[in-house]
T-cell receptor, first 114, second 109 residues
Framework: EPEVTQTPSHQVTQMGQEVILRCVPI?????FYWYRQILGQKVEFLVS????????KSEIFDDQFSVERPDGSNFTLKIRSTKLEDSAMYFC????????????FGPGTRLTVT | KNEVEQSPQNLTAQEEEFITINCSYS?????LHWLQQHPGGGIVSLFM???GKKKHGRLIATINIQEKHSSLHITASHPRDSAVYIC???????????FGTGTRLTIIP
């Protein structure tokens, strides 16, 4: 069964460093999402991406964050100059037909900023 | 105040019990998702609803748009159903999901 994959599973970085979280969505899906879950808190929407551009972003998704689909298969989240409060689980998801339809989630990347 | 409220926050039940988890929301929505988050952290989509009722195996999800309320039911619960169940809504005019805080379900053998 097709699945969304994410790498790495765990990333440890120092404050101020840049990180890139990678996702490979399901191949025929057209809509892509990043979510964040701080330990012990609820899942939060970060950004949605369709047709090579951001379709919606949350107030969390400021200039520190960027997304890219560099090669038609990978979908990346870049966090510039990481802060301690960026420590969280980051989930990628994809959907064939948009946010009102079933989303398939990746296993997540745990980001620890020290 | 959260736009999406779930109850209960925690639920412990014996195996085979009938489980109900509730989700209430305060905004107009075009769709509601029920998700399952495993103890290891992975998230699985269970249902997407815009009206009525859906059933998949032992899971049943209902939604009442007028009352702004949805329920997730599990029949003949099993320890492997132990997980956090999350309700998420798609507000009218939005392209993003707004999540509830989740209900932690523990089924005891």
């Amino acid at each position: 069964e097709p699945e969304v994959t994410q790498t790495p599973s765990h990333q440890v970085t120092q404050m101020g460093q840049e990180v890139i979280l990678r996702c490979v969505p399901i191949s025929n899906h057209l809509y892509f999402y990043w979510y964040r879950q701080i330990l012990g808190q609820k899942v939060e929407f970060l950004v949605s991406f369709y047709n090579n551009e951001i379709s919606e972003k949350s107030e969390i998704f400021d200039d520190q964050f960027s997304v890219e689909r560099p090669d038609g298969s990978n979908f990346t989240l870049k966090i510039r100059s990481t802060k301690l409060e960026d420590s969280a689980m980051y989930f990628c998801a994809s959907s064939e037909r948009g946010v009102a339809y079933e989303q398939y989630f990746g296993p997540g990347t745990r980001l620890t900023v020290t | 105040k959260n736009e999406v409220e779930q109850s209960p926050q925690n639920l412990t039940a014996q195996e085979e019990e009938f489980i109900t988890i509730n989700c209430s929301y305060s905004v107009g929505i075009s769709a509601l998702h029920w998700l399952q988050q495993h103890p290891g952290g992975g998230i699985v989509s269970l249902f997407m609803l815009s009206s009525g009722k859906k059933k998949h195996g032992r899971l049943i999800a209902t939604i009442n748009i007028q009352e702004k309320h949805s329920s997730l039911h599990i029949t003949a619960s099993h320890p492997r159903d132990s997980a956090v169940y999350i309700c998420a809504v798609l507000k009218f005019g939005n392209e993003k999901l707004t999540f509830g805080t989740g209900t932690r379900l523990t089924i005891i053998p």
